[in-house]
């Protein structure tokens, strides 16, 4: 008993693990604006010239930005969930969420990478390479709820729609990971196939519950 | 029942969403000071030096900062009246939530733009579009709520004052469009514009109370 | 009733304020950082060079960085101690609590400031005015709840304790208006008032509570 | 009891004091990604440069944030299986604390230096001193605790572990300071170092769970 008060090592408190990570998020989505920088203008009160700058320089940036987000709120999503059908934190799954958050917290850099060198296809494929390895991370979480069922909410019920979660969530990495190959036949065919697999996972979230109309 | 917990597309926590939301405007409120750039001054001791720097270089963005981050409050406190309203989230209400807090977090950039281009009117609009847009979000909420009434609250009652609400909350977006729009005639009509509305919203709160005493 | 509900004007959420202002306290007190560049060297590798620079430019940056985090954490407390004695909030309280919070938000910019130009009287007064601002944006929510009894906790008692606690929270910004004024003497008085000032206010705490053993 | 109510100098809300730190720990554990600058390229689309450029200049910087990032995280867990022992915070508990969020919040500054200047002995050895103050500031809230048994929860026990745990909490400060003093032998001994001690205290915590299988 007193071993279980001292070292701590099983049980994490969920409400502040929750709250950390939904810091992290909320920071790193807002962050990403910094990286929006106002454009040098040659006539500070032109609105033409400046309506030119927004749209050579500043939109390439602007629509990483957006796609960023929305990603981001979609990793969101899936972290809510994940942590919806936990019962308790131990310590392998606080470091598992440890690394969602370490690849969450470094889309900055690639979304910067992307929005500096639109054309660049390293540049473009490490935007997708981050984003499939923040997805393998909450697949690790996933299955090792799966296997730590003690972990687990009682009301969670897995036969019949295991397989079908884990290829739903494996789905993620794996569109990243071929979005990201492409950039080296052509970089915008990732960069548009970025943007589609974000649409798809917004709408997929609302299709799935018409299906389920239950859950309304 | 399964499914109500596996896919849990239905209903979301409401406290997690709030913190998430929470967070992110309490960091856009407070990244707009890293605008405010310390300027460079030739006699380093100069106090009168410093003071016309601070009246010249600094003064026009500290009154964007000041009127941004009052506006971000009150945007707050719509948001906090409506989630005040609403018994549980669905993913719907959820991308409309993500809706508010994209444009709430893109508010950096054109506090910016007219922070440094005071006098072009595109900058000066762009504000007030952005503004519009994320009280154009809010009213998507509040009429996605009045049209899913299981969503909301048993003690709200709308039979009168749905029009009454819908009226004042699209009266914010209408407004703001009007001051982009009188940028093109001169910047400082809508920047003035922008401080009213800023000022308006901010006493309509404190009037409204005065005419429901029951809610001191 | 349902005017209580649509118009929630009167009362809000105390936990989503608290989260709101918590979260902005913790970002002003880590973004103070920000303003610690690392020195440029002519030697990378060198030491002592390192070490030369970090004692001319990097100090006395430290220096205001230290105070700033720690007046800030003073603020906190006194904003913590305020709000534990609060039922509710009401309107006119939220806005007394964002001029706390817009204060707050400020100082990152004559911390900035008195980093720059330590020896610009104007610089480190301003500092100074921008805290006595935030000491009285915290006495005007003490002074509206002594008014307002009914927003006050009941287990709340003023009498004998009002003048006092009014004296000792008016006591905050006269000493910082006092060590602003002293700048134009020597901005060192007024830097080594503000120093003195903040380690002041850290030990009242702790003597204070001394004085109450029953808050043990 | 008013006094109580009034002079709340011996008790604060320890869910307010924890989303205070926890808001701190998770802003400085992602300000770190804003180091990491996009390098410039001669050749905007070229994969090749861009590829160089990140393994020279961005590797070192990427190698500090990851260290970085897991050891700030390390810290949360201790400060969060700390928290968990304490029934309350009082004052000094509260300023203790605010010492621990100092040192984490200077972490960004010897992280730049260090990935600024990778061969620099200075550079090198403070990042290992600040982190010794931070476990050194955790200590002491660990000693006040053991000293005011009043103010931990009934079901902590320190027969037998009081030894073990200070030995153990003391261990992590020496052995940063170690690393931190190897760096004027030689700059690459102690990152080496620094990141072995992350390594450790990560798999330290699960091992250890492993011994204690009723904390499951």
């Known amino acids: 008993m007193s071993e279980n008060v001292l070292f701590k090592y099983g049980v994490f408190s969920k ?56 990603t981001i709120c979609i990793i969101w999503v899936n972290h809510h969930r994940l942590f919806e059908m936990l019962k308790g934190i131990n310590i392998v799954l606080f470091w598992l969420n440890v690394m969602v958050l370490l690849f969450v917290s470094f889309i900055p850099f690639p979304t910067a990478l992307v929005g500096d060198y639109p054309r660049n296809p390293l540049a473009v494929a490490s935007y997708g390479i981050v984003m499939a390895c923040a997805g393998a991370a909450l697949i690790a979480i996933r299955l090792y709820g799966f296997r730590h ?48 697999i974000t649409v798809y996972f917004m709408f997929s979230f609302v299709i799935q519950k018409a299906h389920h109309p239950s859950n309304g």
Request: aromatic letters at 12%; glycine letters at 6%.
């Open 149 to 196: 069922r003690e972990l687990l909410k009682e009301t969670v019920q897995f036969v019949g729609y295991q397989k079908e979660m884990v290829l739903a969530f494996v789905f993620g990495p794996v569109l990243y990971l071929s979005a990201a190959g492409l950039a080296f036949a052509h970089p915008y065919i990732s960069f548009t196939m970025y943007a589609l």
């Open 15 to 70: 409400t502040r693990v929750e709250a950390f990570s939904d810091g992290i998020f909320a920071i790193i989505v807002t962050l990403l604006i910094l990286e929006l920088k106002v454009p040098h203008l040659e006539h500070p009160g032109s609105a033409q010239e400046l309506l030119r700058a927004l749209g050579t320089l500043v939109l390439p940036k602007m629509l990483s930005w957006v796609i960023s987000f929305l």
